[in-house]
Nanobody, 120 residues
Framework: VQLVESGGGLVQAGGSLRLSCAAS????????MNWYRQAPGKQRELVAY????????DYADSVKDRFIISRDSANNTLYLRMNSLKPEDTAVYYC??????????????WGQGTQVTVSS
């Protein structure tokens, strides 16, 4: 599974952005897709995930009620709608896919990341 993120950029506090993550390859084997972020000097943290089938979602407390994760299965694209952005949301955002493999059972692929900068 290969992942390519897009949609990052510079936005003022209170603004919105939508990140996209296009998946290719063995997308039929994907069981869970995730958004992570890593701010300078901090560890990478899980922001949100969505499980398929069923579309169960969950969010980090810091983004709950502001961010929405969704997936367009027909186009193999994952989204993260980010509203009411705060300067502390500034980070590189990564898409990750958890998928089944014959050899290892489960594996994870990462995208290259997209920078989100929120100015105050």
């Amino acid at each position: 599974v290969q992942l390519v993120e897009s949609g990052g950029g510079l936005v003022q506090a209170g603004g919105s952005l939508r990140l996209s993550c296009a998946a290719s390859g063995s997308t039929f084997a994907i069981k869970r897709m995730n958004w992570y972020r890593q701010a300078p000097g901090k560890q990478r943290e899980l922001v949100a995930y969505i499980i398929t089938p069923g579309s169960k979602t969950d969010y980090a407390d810091s983004v709950k009620d502001r961010f929405i994760i969704s997936r367009d299965s027909a186009n193999n694209t994952l989204y993260l709608r980010m509203n009411s952005l705060k300067p502390e949301d500034t980070a590189v955002y990564y898409c990750a896919a958890d998928f089944i493999t014959r050899s290892t059972g489960m594996a994870r692929s990462w995208g290259q990341g997209t920078q989100v900068t929120v100015s105050s």
